[in-house]
């Protein structure tokens, strides 16, 4: 990836820590995931620098400006994304299943997109994550039978 986004890898490394790659690094990973079809989200406050509502999410055909190189699988998922909560919450596949209350393995077969047929476990794990302050988004297609716009964002200011 870190080629691709025409960086060193070392530089992609930094920038997943707390403290950043600066700007230049920051930038170009940005353009990377959006010429491939993720939108980012969020508002900053200009006199506070506080960030509000930041989250991610995929391409909307119904809503978005085409990205420069967008694969066709990119396009559409076929549900929401449980391992991009899990991600922005930065939490473990363990600290799911306990605060979730469903066991490690079903938790790892939902975020994976293995298990698609335990319904209760599923709604379950939407219920755990809203709680934690995540909103899923997107929207189901009828004639494709995929969503678009699939992605997470953070309600709460004080998450991030």
Known sequence: MAELAKTSLRSVQLAEREDGAGEEVNSKLRFFYESRGVVFLGSVEISSGLI?????????PFTDQPPEKLPDDQTRAHRISFAAARSFL?????AVSK???I?????????????????????????????????????????SQGFFGVGVRILDTNIV
């Open 52 to 60: 509000s509502t930041c989250g991610v999410r995929l391409w909307d």
């Open 90 to 94: 930065d939490l473990s596949l363990e």
């Open 99 to 101: 605060g979730s209350g």
């Open 103 to 143: 066991n490690r393995q079903a938790v790892t077969s939902l975020v994976t997109g293995a298990d698609t047929a335990s319904t209760e476990k599923y709604k379950k794990l939407v219920r755990y994550f809203e709680e934690q302050g995540i909103e899923f988004l997107g929207r189901r297609d009828p004639a």
